[in-house]
């Protein structure tokens, strides 16, 4: 399985999203395969609620984004690892793996694809979101849109017993790192995946903190991070380029960019990391 999209992938299509589908009218709707669409029986339950409605906002909650419709509606969009959002001509050939395709009064169509239909869409009222998110798991910090002091995030650090890469992969504590991000923020913060969390130092704590906030921030600024296992563009198809700042995931045997020493890869807890000597 590819590594997942992480936060800053995520919020990038919220915000070209946003920026781009506000206030567009969908004239009309075509769906894939109604394994997609979990909670829904029939293709008409998912398009009906859709068809002549506008989009009035886009929000994104943890790694899902919500598109809230004029009749009080909510487009709920779980992307898959291989998921991904394009905004083309309704003429446009068709994509590989469509799986939902909006098409608007202007502006052509919204196509949403996943040829390993690992995506999740469902179409709900927006009073009735509280219940849906009820049944999943709570959601730890979004240290993007909510940002904590270095002295909140210590306590919430030093209150796990987690070794470092469980815990920052652990959604219920901090929302939205996957392997790619846990191994760059470990990386850069000097910080092995083993360590236990609650016996790192005030220093290493800040060390952390700044790490994870600066990476979201630089990932997002520089469009994400595209991989040849994790393809990454937004709408518009402007491929992500922070994999060419990527550190240590994916490179084992390359030389540390710290250390000049060549990278190693092991399994940990049954998912891949990516780390360097250095790290202690």
């Not at 009309?28 to 394994?35: P, W």
């Not at 997002?220 to 990527?246: C, M, Q, S, W």
Request: glycine share 8%; proline share 6%.
């Amino acid at each position: 399985m590819p590594p997942a999209l992480e936060l800053p992938e995520i919020e990038i299509l919220r915000r070209e999203s946003e920026r781009d589908l506000v206030s567009r009218k969908i004239k009309a709707v075509d769906l894939g395969a109604m394994k997609t669409f979990p909670g829904h029986r029939t293709k008409k339950s998912v398009a009906e609620p859709l068809e002549g409605e506008k989009i009035d906002a886009i929000e994104r909650r943890g790694l899902d984004l919500l598109l809230h419709l004029s009749n009080e509606n909510t487009i709920v969009l779980s992307l898959g690892a291989l998921g991904s959002m394009h905004r083309v001509p309704s003429k446009t050939a068709d994509i590989d793996g469509t799986i939902l395709t909006l098409t608007f009064t202007q502006g052509g169509d919204l196509r949403i694809a996943d040829p390993e239909s690992t995506t999740e869409i469902r179409v709900v009222p927006t009073e009735g979101l509280a219940e849906v998110f009820a049944e999943l798991a709570p959601l730890g910090h979004d240290l993007y849109v909510n940002p904590i002091s270095w002295v909140d995030f210590g306590r919430t650090v030093l209150a796990s017993s987690q070794p470092l890469k469980v815990l920052l992969l652990d959604s219920s504590v901090f929302v939205g790192i996957g392997d790619v991000y846990a191994d760059e923020i470990l990386f850069d913060s000097g910080l092995r995946h083993d360590r236990t969390s609650s016996e790192l130092s005030i220093q290493e704590i800040r060390r952390l903190h700044r790490s994870i906030v600066q990476m979201f921030h630089d990932a997002i600024k520089y469009g994400g991070t595209n991989l040849e296992t994790r393809p990454f563009a937004d709408p518009a198809g402007n491929v992500g380029n922070y994999g060419d700042h990527i550190a240590v995931y994916g490179k084992a045997g390359e030389l540390s960019p710290r250390s000049r020493l060549p990278i190693k890869k092991a399994q940990f807890k049954g998912r891949p990391v990516f780390f360097c000597d250095t790290q202690v």
